[in-house]
């Protein structure tokens, strides 16, 4: 099956874009903080072509067609995604009349992995070149993250399409979400990422994604700052009532973690990265409350099985685990997991 066999035509233009884990900087995006997340090795693949007052496309993991016209409000499905960037070129003074789509992944559904980032991305670049629109990998990320938000209704930040618009595999992209300066960093030598997925799916728009983000947005406003970017003092998450306390502990201690991550980046220290990673786990479990019995099992296995750090990755509430892992223990590695979880699934 392709594009051919479902529309009757040859696409006219194709596009990609990676999936990605989060190393450190859980959360912290949508309070203006630091993010270092890194593409993996798979891809969402888009290939697309005209259409008129619509938006048609058929999802070959789901095996599924569908279309609606432009003015349709979301409707929880994966055509959301594809209407929703349509209507961000739109909204955004592009003339983008509608379009088909064919679209073929990689990338994991609900693991965590930013699926919907790279969907989105990979569609307006195919939409790019399709309608020869001048947007730059940075507009891209912005619009695809305005498609989430308004239009799909997931109050996400901008981490993960700026991670599947300008990440590079095989480097971590640290990433300051209120200025929006970015820069590649190489991982550390002799390591590899290591994506653990038990089929822990989750639904964002209707977990606990959204309350989460309005307690931090809460404990900004007791803090009486715009963000919880601003607070660098945890002595000052203190005075915030149960669970505010905890919820700004997370983001101001993961924002240090970030910096101090991409010293270690910079230092090639391998072991600290790590450890910073097994910290941001610990927090996201016991301050921020997103993880579930499951990953964190996951975790303390990798760690057993000789990793240098790991935690969950994305926003939790399900998806999957991260872990850092020397080259020379990849084999055994890989073995002892599989061996105590049948079903995992790694990558």
């Not at 859980?26 to 903080?33: A, I, S, V």
């Not at 980046?265 to 301050?287: E, W």
Request: charged share 25%; hydrophobic share 45%; proline share 5%.
């Amino acid at each position: 099956m392709g594009f051919q066999e479902v529309f009757g035509a040859l696409p006219e233009a194709s596009a990609r874009a990676p999936g990605r884990v989060n190393l450190l900087g859980e959360h912290t995006d949508y309070q203006e903080g630091y993010v270092l997340p890194t593409p993996i090795p798979y891809f969402t693949q888009v290939e697309a072509g005209r259409a008129e007052g619509r938006v048609e496309a058929y999802s070959e993991t789901l095996g599924e067609l569908r279309a609606r016209p432009l003015a349709s409000p979301a409707q929880g499905d994966f055509l959301d995604y594809l209407l929703g960037v349509v209507w961000a070129l739109r909204e955004a003074g592009h003339p983008v009349p509608g379009a088909r789509f064919y679209v073929r992944s990689q990338v994991p559904l609900g693991a965590g992995l930013s699926s919907s980032a790279a969907l989105e991305v990979a569609a307006l670049k195919a939409l790019r070149a399709l309608y020869r629109l001048p947007l730059s990998d940075l507009e891209v990320a912005l619009l695809a993250q305005r498609a989430e938000v308004a239009y799909v209704g997931v109050r996400c930040g901008i981490m993960d399409q700026m991670a599947a618009s300008l990440g590079e595999v095989g480097q971590a992209l640290f990433l300051d979400t209120r200025t929006l300066e970015h820069e590649n960093l190489p991982l550390p030598q002799g390591t590899r990422v290591a994506v653990l997925d038990l089929g822990l799916s989750r639904r964002l728009a209707e977990g606990g994604y959204n309350q989460r983000r309005q307690e931090a947005e809460e404990a900004a406003r007791r803090l009486g700052v715009r963000s919880l970017r601003e607070v660098a003092d945890l002595c000052l998450v203190e005075s915030l009532p149960s669970p505010l306390d905890r919820r700004a502990r997370h983001i101001v201690s993961e924002n240090l973690r970030v910096l101090r991550g991409v010293e270690a980046l910079r230092k090639g220290d391998a072991g600290g990265f790590g450890a910073l990673m097994t910290q941001s786990h610990r927090s996201l479990a016991q301050d921020y409350e997103v993880s579930l019995p499951e990953l964190d099992a996951l975790v303390e296995a990798a760690l057993e099985a000789g990793a240098l750090g790991a935690k969950l990755t994305g926003a939790g509430f399900g998806g999957a685990v991260v872990a850092l892992v020397a080259e020379a223990l990849w084999e055994d590695f890989q073995r002892t997991l599989r061996d105590r979880f049948p079903g995992l699934r790694l990558l």
